[in-house]
């Protein structure tokens, strides 16, 4: 299998932080709140639909909410490969930053 | 009349499934506030939806784009000549007399209509359920790959370059073509 974007990653990385309330606008909010940056919509979704195709999400419909004008919540989980898929490049980042000594910062 | 959210509902069906499109305009509606915020995330989701579309089947959707050239041209040939030679065959050329002004008209409606339309449906067919990006690519791509040929043609043969820059007319037919297809045939789930 291809090694996941960056992108894809912080986006497994937020849906598992979130747990069972993982949906769009969760994921968007948990993104901008671990990273300072507010992830483009469009390039969400893609994503999204990318890791789906790819089998590391899987996603299921909630019930319709009149918050959302009756529509329903497309539910996401990290799927057991794509639980593997983030730790293999994890492990690839920690090898990388293993005996590093960036300056100007306490812990590599 | 249909509200903003439907409307916005429809334009992400045409690029997504039904299900994700009525999810995606329920986060809009959660995740913004106000119309201009509200418009400016359905856009980039469809856009970079239908981008995505494009760049993951590339290499098909120009294959189908050159593929259909053919059909384009053969249709083009049936439908302006048939009628003319069918009319003399039966030897009604003394009653209908095709003026310039006539056959300019007729030319521009089955050249950037009517053969667009039917195009547009039929490289929706063929697209596997990515019409929009199969008909932008197939509106597109024959033009500029026609502008590549003029300039390298002007540049080969050393003469002044007068660029002839497609004009893209018929890309509205080929999209209502692709639309009026995608209207009865949605994407599955």
Known sequence: ?108 | MPNAATVAEWILSLVTTQERASATVGDCLEGTRGTVSFWWFILRTAISTCARDTWDSRWRLCRLSVWALVPRALLVAILLHAPMMLINYLGGAAYFTLTPAREYWLEAAVITGIVPFIMGRIVARRSDGREIAAALTFAILPGTIGLLIDTALALFSHQTLKLNFPVYYDAIFILAGALSWRARHPRPA
């Not at chain 1, 671990?34 to 019930?63: F, I, N």
């Not at chain 1, 919540?73 to 005996?99: C, D, E, M, N």
């Open chain 1, 1 to 108: 299998m291809a090694p996941l974007g960056e992108f894809e990653q912080i986006v497994l990385l937020a849906i598992l932080r979130l747990g069972e309330d993982a949906y769009g606008v969760t994921i968007r909010q948990e993104i901008a709140a671990c990273t300072d940056r507010e992830p483009a919509p469009g390039a969400l979704y893609t994503t999204l639909d990318r890791l789906e195709e790819k089998g590391l999400v899987k996603s299921h419909m909630g019930d319709p909410t009149p918050q959302r004008g009756g529509r329903a919540k497309r539910y996401l989980t990290v799927t057991p490969s794509g639980i593997q898929a983030v730790a293999r490049a994890q492990r690839s980042f920690q090898r990388l930053l293993k005996g590093l000594k960036l300056p100007g910062v306490a812990h590599a």
